[in-house]
């Protein structure tokens, strides 16, 4: 399968962004979808990932309440909404995917065999 996530840009402190993830080339129902974010420096992180059934989210608890990830899978694509934004938010964001089972959440970033190419976010104070 392959990704590309969109969506990135600045906005201020308070604002809000929506993320896109599109896949394409293999049936996307398959498969279980994460967010990770890298910011400058430091290693990749945990986001936000979502179950192939729909039914089951999990989130990094910095944006538990500020972050909604949810999928389209007529149009093979995973949202990442973020609320509230903070300057501590700002990171290049990628999305994964991974073969899975219809309840499982994917945490880690050796689970997942699939990257989109990342997309910028900058929160400005």
């Known amino acids: 399968v392959q990704l590309q996530a969109s969506g990135g840009g600045l906005v201020q402190a308070g604002g809000s962004l929506r993320l896109s993830c599109a896949a394409s080339g293999r049936t996307f129902t398959n498969y279980a979808v994460g967010w990770f974010r890298q910011a400058p420096g430091k290693e990749r992180e945990f986001v936000a990932g979502?179950?192939?059934?729909?039914?089951?989210?999990d989130y990094e608890d910095s944006v538990k309440g500020r972050f909604t990830i949810s999928r389209d899978n007529a149009k093979n694509t995973v949202y990442l909404q973020m609320n509230s934004l903070k300057p501590e938010d700002t990171a290049v964001y990628y999305c994964g995917a991974q073969v899975a089972r219809g309840f499982i959440v994917l945490m880690k970033e050796q689970e997942y065999s699939y990257w989109g190419q990342g997309t910028l976010v900058t929160v400005s104070s």
């Open positions: 979502i179950s192939r059934s729909k039914s089951i989210t």
